[in-house]
């Protein structure tokens, strides 16, 4: 059976760092951070043949060639959620169908329209995107945000294993944590306790405002190539060992409703069982990961999932935050996560992509694999990137 | 729950596949799609039984309207909320008897009122000439 392992690797990455307000285009943050990551790799825009945009970005693949001076492409698609991009990139390369694919998110999501969220417009243009059909029977009763959507399925979490805020609380504690310590992190300088996450402000209850993570402005740019031509780059390849995506029984984005257990991520536990099997490793070879943390009592419903603890457990795996924290059974999110680095999917590869290079600001010493996971609540995705 | 005044109500896009259901609602009947070769419930409706893959065996039927509350989110901020609805609102995800899940809201009740398995039953809502709503209120056990 053909498979992309090892076929593929990242050697070049950048983000623009995030902030609430970026006071610039996407197509100018695109534009620059596209540069900069192949400048990080070693390589010339000339050099690439491949684009993925995600999905949330307005700017279109053939204005960036405008601007970075990429002239012929022989792949562009558009995708989402981070790990799934970088999935279209890994196949096209093991594929032969390009040798050099860039992908790349832009978004003003804090000062601008916030992606995804304009349900109101949506409709009144008579989108007719599978999303809609959950709408007609959501909206109506004024269920329409991310928070709201996921919030039925955490309810059911903390309900059905007993679990309490106390233990949830530790996951945004300790990625307030790593989040101190990496300059780019928007909440940089800014730990926080658990008595500040206890008290902070229930916005849909069961969710408190320091479950969720805050919308930044800001781009990421991620260079992938083939893996013979990855040895002779500037940086150290991340090699992609395993990439894929999950998605399982009555599924929706953000509101599987009517599989019989809500209270699951069988699409993760799909996505790790893909993963493990293509990689050939386990959960017990995995020191370090990047988890989506967008909300973060999907973070122990992740854990079980994919088979770092038994199911009910993961809540307590996070009590207490040692576990979590580097030198633990599993650093987590060592860039501070979406909750301390702000939501943008990518920056959870990039940030796997330093600990291969040794180059984080949470170090993991010997992180020789690294597990991305993002997606949580709906399709999943995800790696696992080695030295 | 209260309404914000002069806000209209996002309303359901009706299509050939849930007209009949909005339909049901508007004559303050809930229905729902059913294979009468499976004897399955579908929620929310398809064109093809996943079951048989019949496109012909799915047909609308009656609920009984009864059900218990599987789960819910209170949206206790304006943060987030819907600016149509007064906050706080609790929006609900009754299980039927049926076995089928449906979002809701409940009324005469405050939203800190609302538990998992509390056994609810439907009423409707006549919210404006062209919007009927279903909605569910709190039955004895």
């Not at chain 1, 902030?19 to 990080?40: F, H, N, Q, V, W």
């Not at chain 1, 059909?133 to 955490?154: E, Q, W």
């Not at chain 1, 969720?212 to 780059?233: K, Q, Y």
């Not at chain 1, 509101?255 to 990689?279: C, F, H, I, K, T």
Request: with cysteine; net charge negative.
């Amino acid at each position: 059976m053909p498979s992309i392992k090892d076929a593929a690797a990242v050697v070049g990455v950048a983000t623009t760092g995030f902030s609430t307000d970026s006071g610039r285009t996407e197509y100018s943050l695109a534009a620059e951070c596209i540069k900069a990551a192949l400048d990080d790799a070693g390589l010339r825009p000339e050099d690439v043949d491949g684009i993925v945009k995600d999905v949330v970005d307005g700017i279109d693949a053939m204005y960036i060639q405008k601007a970075v001076g990429i002239d012929n492409l022989t792949y562009a698609s558009d995708s989402r959620y981070g790990t799934l991009p970088l999935l279209n990139a890994v196949t096209a390369v093991a594929a032969g169908i390009a040798n050099t694919v860039v992908y790349y998110r832009s978004a003003n999501n804090a000062s601008g329209k916030r992606a995804g969220s304009d349900f109101r417009a949506a409709k009144e243009t008579k989108d007719e995107s599978l999303d809609m059909i959950r709408y007609d029977f959501h909206a109506p009763f004024g269920l329409l945000t991310p928070d709201g959507a996921i919030g039925m399925a955490v309810r059911r979490y903390l309900h059905e294993f007993e679990v309490s805020a106390e233990q949830v609380g530790w996951v945004p504690v300790v990625c307030s944590e790593h989040a101190a310590k990496n300059p780019q992190a928007i909440f940089h300088d800014a730990p926080i306790t658990l008595a500040d996450y206890i008290d902070s402000d229930v916005v849909v209850d069961p969710l408190r405002v320091l479950d969720c993570a805050p919308d930044v402005d800001g781009a990421i740019a991620i260079v992938v190539t083939r893996a013979e031509r990855a040895v002779d780059l500037s940086q150290p390849p991340a090699f992609v060992m395993a990439n894929a995506q999950g998605t399982s029984t009555e599924g929706e984005q953000l509101s599987s409703y009517s599989r019989p257990q809500m209270s699951g991520l069988p699409e993760m536990g799909l996505l790790g069982d893909e993963l493990y099997r293509v990689a050939g490793i386990g959960p017990n070879d995995i020191s370090v990961a990047q988890l989506d943390d967008r909300f973060a009592p999907l973070v122990p419903m992740q854990l079980e999932a994919l088979g770092f603890c038994e199911r009910g457990e993961g809540a307590a795996f996070c009590e207490g935050g040692d576990a979590l924290r580097v030198g633990g059974r599993l650093a987590l999110n060592t860039n501070g996560g979406f909750l301390g680095e702000g939501f943008s999917y990518g920056t959870n590869i990039i940030e796997a992509v330093r600990q291969i290079r040794g180059t984080s600001s949470n170090q993991v010493s010997d992180a020789e694999v690294v597990l991305v996971a993002s997606g949580a609540g709906g399709p999943a995705d995800g790696c696992i990137l080695r030295r | 729950m209260e309404y914000v005044p002069g806000i209209p109500i996002l309303k359901p896009s009706i299509d050939a596949d849930n007209k009949p259901f909005w339909d049901a609602v508007a004559n303050h009947e809930l229905v729902l799609q059913k294979c009468r070769a499976c004897d399955v419930y579908h929620q929310p409706p398809r064109p093809m039984c996943p079951e048989c893959k019949s496109m012909d065996t799915l047909e609308w039927v009656q609920s009984s309207g009864r059900g218990q509350i599987y789960s819910y989110v209170n949206f206790t901020t304006d943060r987030m909320a819907y600016p149509a609805m007064k906050v706080p609102y609790a929006v609900v995800l009754i299980e039927l008897d049926e076995g089928v899940r449906l979002v809701s809201n409940m009324i005469d009740i405050e939203p800190d009122e609302i538990e998992i398995g509390m056994p609810v039953e439907v009423v409707f809502d006549d919210i404006s000439e062209d919007l009927t709503l279903y909605k569910f209120k709190k039955r004895a056990a």
